[in-house]
Every structure is written in C-alpha cells, then in structure tokens.
C-alpha cells in the first residue's frame, strides 16, 4: 500500500523560506508522477508543482521561480523548496502520487493522482 507523508510546513514571514518533504513506502512503480497540491481556505484546490519519472517538472505559474520540486529516489523522498514565500502562499499543501507518468497537461491536475498524503500547513504572515 502506497503511503505519502508530508513534513516540513511551518509559520514564515513574508519573503521567508521553507522546505517541505513526503517520504513514500510502499511504491513500486517504474513510472510515476508525483505532485505537490494546494488547498487554502475557502479556495479550490491549485497544483503548485510536479515531477515524473523521467524528470519532467512542471510549475504554476503563481509560483514560477520560487518554489522548485526535487526527488531523492536513494530515499523515496519528494521535495518542495519555498523560497520568498508569499501572504498568498498560505495553504494546506498535499502531497500526492500516481503510478504512471501523466501528460504534461495533467500533471498539476490534482483529478489524475490516486495517492495523497495527510498535508502539512504553511502559513506566511505579511
């Protein structure tokens, strides 16, 4: 059984840094795309970046240059580096996983992944 779990969020001042992490278990797959998925408040849900198999990332573009996603395979371990974080980066972000590489269209499209984990909470103050 796949199984995500997230770390690493936290409260930052505006302009600040955080590093999230998702460690995976469970996960045999050759192919896959791996996704980081926010939801603030009152909002929809918004894909932030992804990554497959091959290393194709793709990002949104209201984080473009500021966040980059990275994946340790040595340690099942898929990051998120957040860097001049933003009031509007406030969010539960999730990390989720699909056993097949998605097209580059679909990869921020939180409908194709099968496997989430539980979020961690970032908060950004102005």
């Known amino acids: 059984q796949v199984r995500l779990a997230e770390s690493g969020g936290g409260s930052v001042q505006a302009g600040g840094a955080l590093r999230l992490s998702c460690a995976a278990s469970?996960?045999?797959?050759?192919?896959?795309?791996m996704a980081w998925v926010r939801q603030a408040r009152g909002k929809e849900r918004e894909g932030v970046a992804a990554?497959?198999?091959?290393?194709?990332?793709r990002y949104a573009d209201s984080v473009k240059g500021r966040f980059t996603i990275s994946q340790d395979n040595t340690k099942n371990t898929l990051y998120l580096q957040m860097n001049s974080l933003k009031p509007e980066d406030t969010a539960m972000y999730y990390c989720?996983?699909?056993?097949?590489?998605?097209?580059?269209?679909?990869?921020?499209?939180?409908?194709?992944?099968?496997?989430w984990g539980q979020g961690t909470q970032v908060t950004v103050s102005s």
């Open positions: 990554i497959d198999s091959d290393g194709t990332t």
């Open positions: 469970g996960y045999t797959y050759s192919g896959y795309s």
């Open positions: 989720a996983a699909e056993g097949r590489r998605l097209s580059w269209w679909s990869l921020l499209l939180g409908y194709y992944y099968t496997y």
